[in-house]
Every structure is written in structure tokens, then in C-alpha cells.
């Protein structure tokens, strides 16, 4: 969702007359969006503004902004106006649509501006996008969230759930089909919970995407297996365009930790799901979150994870050590897992996720796999890069430049996160 965000921040940039350039040196403005999600991502946002600071001394009209998930925060504000009173303009997660008003002030009145809304005022239609890639698009289909996992900030950076009116989300992804766009993934926290109309929820919508002409695949991220109905699921074999692969994260396998993270459903509902996804379509591939080390986890209770992995044999997974998000419920819970013990379990969890992965990945050997062509190789003029409809990356030799479209390919080859392969005549 950020790197969606940041498309639009390029798009109001750009409609303001700025064009891309590459080093802070010559830059006139920088603009740096922000994760919270964990504590790593706020520590990379520190050094990279550190950066700037060099060519901000060497000429003071260079304009840094920051913006994004962090702004949302005041102890983070705060941090800025002690340490960084040299950063010229704070905005959040409610007002990017603001950006070019507020830098036209800092530009014209040359002053500071720090301007972060507490709420959302409701969804904006019409801002422009400086999209990253020619085939494929992230469209919004909703904001904020409203589930309050115990240890997620999102909540209170994003805030309340709020959905964009079906009619919106149509005639975006029609102009993106135009544009020659073939895959669309949708974006939302918790897409499931998706409801554009009375009678149009996130179901309702797949089906109507499906029906616009130049669009081959959709995908969607994320999805909440609390939410995860029935009939979504055979969406996945109903639905022609809807792509075989879901990023369900189930964060552990432990229903103790599970309730105590206000998940909302049990090891055996997760087991249930994946069982339900993979009879809803042969081969579906499935990708989740874990989080290692939530306080209170025990040895028994991360068993409990290592059982699920083994059990619904994900495809690749993100794993993250457990961090602190001030503000959060989780933050003062008892049980905080020692730093040695959060990383000795998150070894053995990748060692067991790594050789599932490489295993499910040798299964595509000798398959011709439909595969979205993204462009060629940097170091070899003869590899393209592409995806399966499961998602999965392949390296593939070519004569011919299929960029931009849906081709065979023959997978040759497996890696832990690749396949390798040749396309087929
Ligand atoms: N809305 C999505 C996830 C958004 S955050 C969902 O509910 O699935 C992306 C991932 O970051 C989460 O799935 C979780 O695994 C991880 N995460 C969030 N807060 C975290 C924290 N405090 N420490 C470690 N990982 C965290
Ligand atoms: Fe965070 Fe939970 Fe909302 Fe995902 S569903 S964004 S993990 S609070």
C-alpha cells in the first residue's frame, strides 16, 4: 500500500511540473514515505533521512519532505522537530492528496509545514499515479482497519475502515485495461472486509472485475482468514481471472497466541481454510505471514507454528521478529521473549519454510507454466523475468522479447524462490 502511495506522490509531483531525478545531490525536493509497521522499517527511515541531511547544509532550498505511517505518530513528530528541524514539510497517511498544496506554501512562503490529520475524511477519487509498471497495477479498493491485532500499529496510522464505491474501482481498472494493463492486484488491509455497496462486498467485486475485456489476471492482498468466506473461495475456481494463489497470513500456529493477538480464529479454522482453498482449485499456491516471538509465546506454543507450516506446506512466507509498536495492547504484555530466543526459533522456522518452499518449487519441473513477462534480465540479455499465476518468479531463456505479455514457458529448473525455465515455441 505504500509503494502504491508513493506511485500517487509521483503523480501529484509530476503534475506539478517535477520530474524523477536519482540522487539527492542534484534533487530539488525529496519526498520519503514511511512504514511503521516495524520496528526495522522506523530505524531505515532514520538513516535514510540522516542522508539528506549533508545536501540539505550544502543548499538550503533543497525541500525534504517526509510523509506516510510514521507521521501518524506524535512521539515521532516530536523526534522530527528536536533532532530534524531541518526537514521542511510532515504530512500523513489522511492529507497526501494535500502534498501539492502544502508544498506549493513551502516553496512560495518558504516556511516549514507539519500538517498530520487525526481521521480520514472519507476516501479521495482522481489523483494521478506515476504507476511503476506498464502491465500490471495496484488498485486500492479500500482503507484503513478496524480489526486492532494487539500488536499492530496500522490501526491507529491508517485509521477506520472505508471502502471506495464499486462504480470507482471499475472504471479505474477499465482505463488501466486501456492503458495496457493485464493484471490488477487489489489492495486493502483486510480485503475481505471490503464493502462498497449494500449489496456489493469484496466477492461482488471480483466477479464484476472479471468481466472487463484486456484484464487477464486478478490478485488481491491482504486477506484475513477471519474473513475468508465460503463463497470467496470458490471464487478461485469460478472465476476465470482470479489468479490460483492467496497470501493468507495466519501469523502463528498457537490458538493461545492467537487469541491473545485478537486474531479471531483457531490453528484448526486456519487448517480448515487451506484444506477448502486447496479443493477449490488444483495447485493454488498459498503464502503467509508469521510473526516470531509474541510475548508470551512458549516452546510448545511456537511447536504449534512449526505444525501449521508442515501441515499447509506454504508456498514462501514473511517471517518477522515480534517489535514493540508503542501504543499498542501488546506493548505491555507480560512474556516479552527474550532477543536470543526470538532468533533461535526464527532459524528453525526458515530452515522448515526454505525446504518446503524448494520442495514445492521442484514439483513445476517439466510443467509449462502461463507466465506474466516483466521485462529482461540486467546482466543477461537473454533472460526475462515473469510470474506464474501462482505467483511464483521465473527466470526464462528467450530469443524474443515477450515483455508485457501472458506466454508458455517450460520450467527447466527450481530454486528455493525461483524457477528457471525456456519459453516454449
Ligand atoms: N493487514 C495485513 C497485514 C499488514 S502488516 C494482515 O492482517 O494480514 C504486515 C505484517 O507485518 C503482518 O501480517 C504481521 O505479520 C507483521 N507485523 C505487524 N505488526 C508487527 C509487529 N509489531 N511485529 C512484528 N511483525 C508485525
Ligand atoms: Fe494490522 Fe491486524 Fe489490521 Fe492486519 S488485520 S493491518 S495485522 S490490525
Same mark, same amino acid.
Given at each position: 500500500m505504500?509503494e502504491r502511495?508513493?506511485?500517487?506522490?509521483?503523480?501529484?509531483?509530476?503534475? !506539478?511540473?517535477?520530474?524523477e531525478g536519482?540522487?539527492a545531490d542534484t534533487a530539488d525536493?525529496?519526498?520519503?514515505n514511511?512504514c511503521?509497521? /516495524?520496528?526495522?522499517?522506523?530505524?531505515?527511515f532514520?538513516?535514510?533521512? #540522516? /542522508?539528506l541531511? +549533508?545536501a540539505?547544509?550544502?543548499?538550503?532550498?533543497f525541500?525534504?519532505g517526509v510523509?506516510g505511517? !510514521?507521521m501518524q505518530q506524535? $512521539?515521532?513528530?516530536?523526534?522530527?522537530?528536536e533532532?530534524?528541524?531541518?526537514v521542511?514539510l510532515?504530512?500523513?497517511? $489522511?492529507n497526501l492528496?494535500?502534498?501539492?498544496?502544502?508544498?506549493s506554501s513551502?516553496?512560495?512562503?518558504k516556511?516549514?509545514?507539519i @500538517?498530520?490529520l487525526e481521521e480520514?475524511?472519507g =476516501?479521495v477519487?482522481?489523483l494521478?499515479?506515476?504507476r511503476l509498471?506498464?502491465f500490471?497495477?495496484?488498485?486500492n479498493i !479500500?482503507? #484503513?482497519?478496524?480489526?486492532?491485532c494487539? %500488536?499492530?500499529?496500522v490501526p491507529?496510522?491508517r485509521?477506520?475502515e /472505508?471502502s471506495?464505491?464499486?462504480?470507482n474501482?471499475?472504471s479505474?481498472v477499465?482505463?488501466l485495461a486501456?492503458s495496457?494493463v493485464?493484471e490488477v =492486484?487489489l489492495l486493502?488491509?483486510n480485503v475481505?472486509?471490503?464493502r462498497?455497496?449494500?449489496k456489493?462486498?469484496?466477492?461482488e467485486l471480483? %466477479?464484476m *472485475?472479471?468481466e472487463?475485456?484486456g484484464?487477464?489476471?486478478i490478485?488481491?492482498?491482504?486477506? $484475513?482468514? +477471519?474473513d475468508?468466506?465460503?463463497g470467496?473461495?470458490?471464487a478461485?475456481?469460478e472465476?476465470?481471472k482470479?489468479?490460483?494463489?492467496?497470501h &493468507?497470513?495466519v501469523?502463528?500456529?498457537?490458538s493461545r497466541?492467537?487469541?491473545?493477538m485478537? /486474531?479471531?480464529?483457531?490453528?484448526d479454522? %486456519?487448517?480448515?481454510?487451506?484444506?477448502?482453498?486447496?479443493r477449490s482449485?488444483?495447485g493454488i499456491s498459498?503464502?503467509?505471514?508469521?510473526?516470531?516471538?509474541?510475548? #508470551?509465546?512458549?516452546?510448545?506454543?511456537?511447536? @504449534?507454528t512449526?505444525?501449521?507450516?508442515?501441515?499447509?506446506e506454504?508456498?514462501?512466507?514473511?517471517?518477522f521478529? %515480534?517489535s514493540?509498536?508503542?501504543?499498542?495492547?501488546?506493548?505491555?504484555?507480560e #512474556?516479552?521473549?527474550?532477543?536470543?530466543?526470538k532468533?533461535?526459533?526464527?532459524?528453525r522456522?526458515?530452515?522448515? *519454510?526454505n525446504g518446503i518452499?524448494a +520442495?514445492k518449487?521442484?514439483?513445476?519441473?517439466?510443467c =509449462?507454466e502461463k507466465? &506474466?513477462?516483466?521485462g529482461r534480465s540486467?546482466?543477461? +540479455?537473454?533472460?526475462?523475468?515473469?510470474?506464474t499465476?501462482?505467483?511464483?518468479?521465473?527466470n526464462?531463456i528467450s530469443?524474443?522479447?515477450y515483455t508485457?505479455e501472458i506466454?508458455?514457458v517450460?520450467?527447466?529448473?527450481?530454486?528455493t524462490?525461483?524457477?528457471f525455465?525456456?519459453?516454449t515455441?
Open positions: 505504500n502511495d508513493s506511485e500517487t506522490i509521483a503523480g501529484l509531483l509530476d503534475e !506539478m511540473g517535477f520530474c536519482s540522487e525536493i525529496a519526498i520519503i514511511t511503521s509497521v /516495524r520496528e526495522n522499517a522506523d530505524n531505515r532514520f538513516g535514510a533521512l #540522516g /542522508r541531511k +549533508k540539505k547544509e550544502a543548499r538550503p532550498d525541500i525534504v510523509c505511517c !510514521m506524535q $512521539h515521532v513528530v516530536d523526534k522530527l522537530k533532532k530534524y528541524p531541518w521542511d510532515v504530512f500523513g497517511t $489522511h492528496h494535500e502534498l501539492p498544496k502544502l508544498l513551502v516553496i512560495s512562503e516556511r516549514k509545514r @500538517e498530520v480520514s475524511c =476516501t477519487e482522481g494521478p499515479a506515476k509498471h506498464a500490471k497495477a495496484f488498485v !479500500m482503507f #484503513g482497519c478496524d480489526n486492532f494487539t %500488536y499492530c500499529i491507529y496510522t485509521g477506520r /472505508r471506495r464505491q464499486p462504480e474501482i471499475i479505474e477499465r482505463s486501456e495496457g493485464k =492486484t486493502g488491509q475481505n472486509s471490503y462498497g455497496a449494500e456489493i462486498g469484496f466477492t471480483i %466477479y *472485475l472479471n472487463i475485456d484484464i487477464e489476471r490478485r488481491f492482498t491482504t486477506s $484475513h482468514p +477471519k475468508l468466506s465460503d470467496l473461495i470458490d478461485f475456481s472465476c476465470g482470479l489468479c490460483g494463489h492467496i &493468507l497470513p501469523q502463528s500456529g498457537s497466541i492467537l487469541e491473545r485478537n /486474531r479471531k480464529y483457531t490453528k479454522d %486456519y487448517l480448515e481454510l487451506s484444506e477448502k482453498l486447496r482449485r488444483r498459498i503464502t503467509t505471514d508469521i510473526i516470531v516471538g509474541f510475548p #508470551g509465546e512458549t516452546e510448545e506454543d511456537f511447536e @504449534e512449526l505444525d501449521v507450516v508442515r501441515k499447509v506454504f508456498d514462501s512466507a514473511f517471517t521478529l %515480534y514493540i509498536r508503542r501504543g499498542t495492547p501488546a506493548e505491555k504484555y #512474556g516479552q521473549v527474550p532477543e536470543e530466543t532468533h533461535e526459533r526464527f532459524g522456522l526458515i530452515c522448515l *519454510l518452499s +520442495k518449487n521442484k514439483a513445476y519441473e517439466g =509449462t507466465v &506474466l513477462v516483466e540486467k546482466t543477461n +540479455k537473454d533472460v526475462y523475468a515473469g510470474r499465476d501462482s505467483f511464483k518468479l521465473v526464462f530469443g524474443a522479447d508485457g506466454t508458455d517450460l520450467i527447466t529448473g527450481s530454486k524462490f525461483s524457477l525455465g525456456e519459453k515455441t
